[in-house]
């Protein structure tokens, strides 16, 4: 029986289903707006969901809203469309989508403040005696804002008063309401900016009020950072909002810092943030209370009353696309956002990505270069060790390691980067060749010599005791192969036994706070070593390193990913921009068996425009992004043949639209934690075919429910 009434609601409850509900709304209720929480009748329970659309008619049997939980729109409708279009353009189920959207605690129902927040004071004429002299309680109220003035309702509590008695008060018209006066007091910049920088801020401020996406691309130290805030400046000024996107590891107090000396009013969020603070900052944002957010990857879905600027710092960092369930791009969703909103989005990297760059070689994107430091500090220079004929003694050359020595003698500190944790990456039997392996995942076991001597695999986490004999031959030659930072570290304390040394990587620092506090040490460091893996790239600077020495190039380089070249080349410029002073001119070194790798060449003779150069003439060849369009397609689960056959029923599928296939093939770790991994690519010429072809699988079911799969559009990394 059709349903023909004029109160119905089209609701996305946030759980992995592709549709919306119809729902009628009772008499008793009024009609929620788009945007808004109901919480609803579902199967045999009930669930939170969000209205995003107002019908007359449905085809079902409906059932009723059972409560308003937001009387207003929760989600502007620009954040409800991108809900759609999200769901659209990466083959994900809406309600799925709705659920990474929404904080946790607005899942929950609790409920929202979107109001500004209001705030008391008495009003023109108002007089004591007019209260009756009985009215104790209306007497002190008023004098207390006599004696404040104002008086906002969160701090009602603290002065001993009351909303009742206010709104007695207020009905007699002796006190009166108002919105509470964001008031953001803004710092004028202490610096002077640079020529580039001036140029830099001007082309973005005439550009505030319409759409243009700007690649800011400039060095480490080049006055990025800077640029951000005096743009930021102009939109405060305008009365409009802010949000900036930093990398995950980024986000320490010293980049905050930056922000709150120049405003007073603004809020972070990111993963550590708990989930009340989180969806409160969230409301601020909504109502138009928060000027400026700066937060990490999922901060790109906060809802904004009056936005005016997005930033995406470091936009290249890999941390800003999420690796399951909706695999988005933040930096990608900001620049759709801006388009949407009519409003700037600026891109800023030393190293920016193949995407990036082609946008702004094909003028989608406006190019703005930064290519000088203010002060003098000069780039510094590459020298590739050909490791082939070398001597190696715990994973580093003789040659460089007298080099390290010379720069620690003058006084100069020296960073190397080893992008492998533990200690060796083999345990292997010398007799017969038999290596550990995790018992769950094909992955060989890495060794740790600290803080405990165990055996763990770094795809699942797995622990192994260490053992004496060889389980095939039963011979006590078991050895180490392979370097990572702790062997880096032991090698150098033999070398360099009064050197300080400091090692980073995920084992001695865990946590964002320790993170932290590390690199403030480091800031204060004088001399000494620093080896770490890539969180030591994402440091600020370290004024005393002169030199910084790249261990294992060649695996990001070889990479079966071909993204493996470009991230391990922004990975070198970024920390090789930490080389060198004001006065003197660092020096880099790279080890490398492979020192003829055009990749590498290129980078080394050119620097990241040269590497750029040739990555993307390969990339081209290959029809690869930025020029093919691409997407993964994923299949897992604990039976081998059924996770390899659904994979290639879907590609077969795929197979019969307008895209080129390949697979299904092993991912490259074929399992992980007991599951067996296979995957496919999808690549197209153009993105309306690949969305054609996507769209004829993505709703398609394993038959086994242990079967997983998904769709990565836009994949950031091939594993
Ligand atoms: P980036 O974000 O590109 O790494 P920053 O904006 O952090 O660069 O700038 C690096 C350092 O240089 C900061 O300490 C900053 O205060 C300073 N700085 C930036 N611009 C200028 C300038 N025009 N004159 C002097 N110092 C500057
Ligand atoms: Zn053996
Ligand atoms: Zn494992």
């Given at each position: 029986m059709p349903n023909n009434?004029?109160?119905?609601?089209?609701?996305?409850?946030?759980?992995?289903?592709?549709?919306?509900?119809?729902?009628s709304v009772p008499k008793r209720l009024?009609?929620?707006?788009?945007?808004?929480?109901?919480?609803?009748?579902?199967?045999?329970?009930?669930?939170?969901?969000v209205v995003v659309a107002h019908v007359d008619q449905s085809d079902f049997e409906l059932k009723d809203i059972e409560r308003l939980i937001d009387d207003q729109p929760l989600l502007s409708e620009e954040v409800v469309e991108l809900g759609k279009w999200l769901s659209d353009y990466y083959h994900h189920p809406l309600g799925s989508v709705f659920e990474t959207i929404l904080p946790t605690a607005a899942i929950r129902g609790h409920p929202a403040s979107i109001e500004p927040e209001k705030q008391w004071s008495l009003a023109e004429n108002s007089n004591l005696s007019a209260i009756k002299a009985n009215a104790i309680r209306q007497q002190q109220t008023w004098q207390v804002l006599l004696e404040h003035k104002v008086v906002r309702e969160s701090d009602l509590k603290s002065f001993g008063i009351t909303r009742p008695v206010l709104e007695a008060l207020e009905r007699k018209g002796m006190v009166k309401k108002s919105d509470v006066a964001t008031s953001q007091i803004i710092t004028p910049s202490p610096i002077s900016p640079t020529a580039e920088q001036k140029r830099a801020i001007?082309?973005?401020k005439v550009n505030l009020g319409r759409f243009q996406t700007f690649l800011l691309d400039g060095i480490t130290g080049s006055g990025k950072t800077e640029v951000y805030l005096q743009v930021i400046d102009e939109v405060i000024?305008?009365?409009?909002?802010?949000?900036?996107?930093?990398?995950?590891i980024a986000l320490t107090p010293q980049m905050t810092n930056r922000f709150h000396e120049r405003f007073s009013r603004m809020a972070v969020m990111h993963s550590m943030i708990s989930n009340a603070k989180r969806f409160a900052t969230w409301c601020q944002a909504a109502s138009g209370d928060m000027p400026i957010i700066v937060g990490t990857r999922s901060a790109i879905f906060t809802p904004f009353k009056n936005l005016g600027i997005i930033v995406v710092d470091e936009e290249h960092d890999a941390s800003y696309k999420q690796s399951e369930s909706l695999r988005y791009s933040a930096r990608d969703i900001a620049v759709m956002r801006a388009s949407k909103l009519g409003i700037p989005c600026v891109l800023g990297s030393a190293t920016p990505s193949m995407e990036s760059v082609m946008n702004a070689r094909s003028k989608r994107y406006r190019y703005l270069q930064l290519s000088q430091r203010p002060g003098t500090a000069q780039l510094p220079s590459f020298h590739v060790q050909d490791m082939r004929h070398t001597q190696v003694e715990g994973g580093i050359c003789k040659p460089l390691l007298r080099t390290i020595g010379e720069h620690l003698s003058r006084d100069g500190q020296v960073l190397i980067l080893i992008n492998r944790r533990g200690h060796s990456t083999y345990y292997v039997c010398k007799e017969c060749g038999w290596t550990a392996n995790c018992e769950d995942c094909d992955v060989r076991l890495t060794w740790h010599e600290v803080p405990v001597r165990l055996l763990q695999c770094h795809s699942c986490g797995r622990r192994y005791q260490p053992i004496s004999r060889c389980p095939d031959c039963g011979k006590t030659s078991i050895a180490t192969l392979g370097v990572g930072t702790q062997q880096v570290e032991e090698t150098l304390a033999?070398?360099?036994?009064?050197?300080?040394?400091?090692?980073?990587d995920r084992d001695s620092v865990r946590t964002n706070r320790q993170l932290t506090a590390m690199f403030t040490r480091l800031q204060h460091a004088k001399d000494g070593l620093l080896i770490g893996t890539q969180m030591l790239a994402k440091g600020h600077h370290f004024p005393n390193v002169t030199m910084v020495a790249v261990i294992a190039a060649d695996n990001g380089f070889l990479s079966t990913d071909f993204r493996g070249p470009e991230r391990t080349a922004q990975l070198i410029v970024q920390v090789a921009g930490r080389a060198g002073r004001a006065e003197k001119r660092g020096e880099v070194w790279i080890q490398s068996y492979d020192p003829d790798n055009p990749d590498l060449k290129s980078l080394v003779r050119d620097g990241y425009e040269g590497f750029t150069e040739t990555e993307l003439r390969l990339r081209r060849e290959a029809n690869f992004p930025p020029f093919g369009q691409m997407a993964v397609i994923r299949a897992e689960g604990p039976d081998e043949r059924v996770a390899e056959e659904f994979c290639a029923e879907v590609l077969n599928v795929l197979r019969q639209c307008d895209v080129k296939v390949l697979g299904p093939a092993a991912a490259p770790i074929t399992r992980v934690a007991r599951q067996y991994r296979f995957q496919g690519v999808v690549i197209a010429p153009q993105r309306r075919q690949l969305h054609d072809a996507l769209k004829t699988v993505e709703r398609m079911r394993p038959t086994s429910r242990k079967t997983r799969w998904s769709i990565d559009v836009d994949p950031s990394e091939m594993a």
């Open positions: 009434q004029r109160n119905i609601v089209k609701v996305v409850v946030p759980r992995r289903v592709w549709e919306t509900y119809d729902y009024s009609r929620p707006p788009i945007g808004a929480r109901v919480s609803v009748p579902l199967g045999h329970g009930r669930a939170v969901g001007d082309s973005i000024r305008q009365g409009k909002q802010a949000l900036v996107l930093v990398p995950e033999e070398t360099f036994p009064d050197v300080r040394r400091y090692r980073i």
